[in-house]
């Protein structure tokens, strides 16, 4: 197959995995056998000088994002390497190929299309960790949604990926977002252009809605100009729709009904988080990654320890009761 450009030395490209607003993802493979992961951002530099604002900019926000991986954390895709592409002069990102489905993936056939609440919770604490820890190091995703998330086969962890928006200058973002952004999982302040923590927290809120709803509050209709401002407007205006009855209409048909109604008992906590995450003005979320996963751990915590002094299922006091019977038989026999 022919290469529609060349990356850069010592990197092949090997074709497109996903092309959007924000730019292209691509297949790489390093001298050797080592597959990598590369985003392309749309906007090409020219002049790789102080005097290139977009220059500037990409080497700025790349600097952060490698602090982000000074820490290692099995949350986040790790950041290998960037530069400017040699053919076409694009910004890129190598980053480490993560084999597995994204979080849009496990949510079409043959998947469910809900997720479990003990597996929602799992992704719960698993992305917030990633959030915690790229806010500490004040970096900020800019482009939550479930496609930018993994499950990671080898190791069954739910990984945060794709960091290009975050790399892209505040003007660069703004028109990518107005363009082509994922508009399902925008906050309302990214309408006027702003990022903020909050901002992540709220495509979390989103993500999280859609694996417990089996959809997103605002779907998307068609790709026109006035539905994504009909569900711009909705992020701004309206209130989410009840999760749980979205959550009803959405169980899946092969399930036992008993499984359906442990199902429905979503904890009081996780929905309350959600609709905090989603809340209309920043200052009302979750101020960041790190008070997000701070909540989660101790209520999921708590959620857990209950658990285990629930009262035991009627067979389990009848299989204690049969064996109380036949030790008492057992007494009158001695």
């Excluded at 009803?248 to 309350?272: A, F, G, T, Y």
Aim: charged share 25%; hydrophobic share 35%; proline share 6%.
């Amino acid at each position: 197959m022919a290469k529609v450009f060349t990356i850069t030395e010592g990197l092949e490209n090997m074709g497109a995995l996903k092309t959007g607003g924000q730019g292209s993802v691509y297949k790489a493979r390093r001298r050797g056998e080592i597959i990598t992961a590369v985003k392309l951002l749309p906007t090409p530099i020219h002049s790789e000088s102080d005097q290139d604002k977009n220059f500037t900019s990409f080497q700025n926000e790349v600097k952060k994002l490698k602090k982000v991986n000074e820490e290692p954390n099995p949350n986040v895709v790790k950041i290998l390497s960037s530069g400017i592409t040699d053919s076409g002069s694009f910004p890129f990102i190598e980053m480490e190929f993560i084999e597995g489905p994204d979080m849009e993936e496990l949510l079409k056939p043959p998947h469910d299309p809900i997720f479990t609440i003990k597996e929602a919770i799992k992704v719960a604490e698993q992305l917030s960790h990633a959030l915690g820890h790229c806010h500490r190091l004040d970096v900020k995703h800019g482009d939550m949604k479930s496609n930018n998330v993994k499950f990671n086969k080898h190791t069954g962890n739910y990984m945060l990926i794709d960091f290009g928006l975050s790399a892209m200058s505040d003007e660069q973002r703004r028109t990518s977002l107005r363009h082509a952004g994922a508009i399902e999982f925008m906050a309302p302040e990214q309408s006027a252009g702003q990022l903020l923590f909050q901002t992540d927290i709220y495509g979390f809120g989103v993500i999280l809605f859609e694996l417990l709803a089996g959809q997103v509050p605002f779907p998307l209709t068609d790709g026109s100009e006035s539905a994504r401002n009909l569900v711009m407007i909705s992020h701004m205006e309206q209130q989410p729709p009840d999760l749980k009855e979205l959550r009803r209409r959405n169980l899946p048909d092969n399930w036992p009904s008993e499984k359906k109604e442990r199902e429905m008992q979503v904890p009081d906590w996780l929905l309350s988080m959600i609709y905090r995450c989603l809340r209309k003005k920043p200052e009302e979320r979750f101020a960041n990654g790190i008070e997000l996963h701070n909540y989660i751990f101790v209520n999921s915590v708590n959620t857990v320890t209950r658990s285990q002094f629930d009262a035991p299922p009627e067979s389990a006091w009848q299989q204690q009761a049969e064996r109380l019977v036949k030790e008492k038989q057992q007494l009158q026999q001695q």
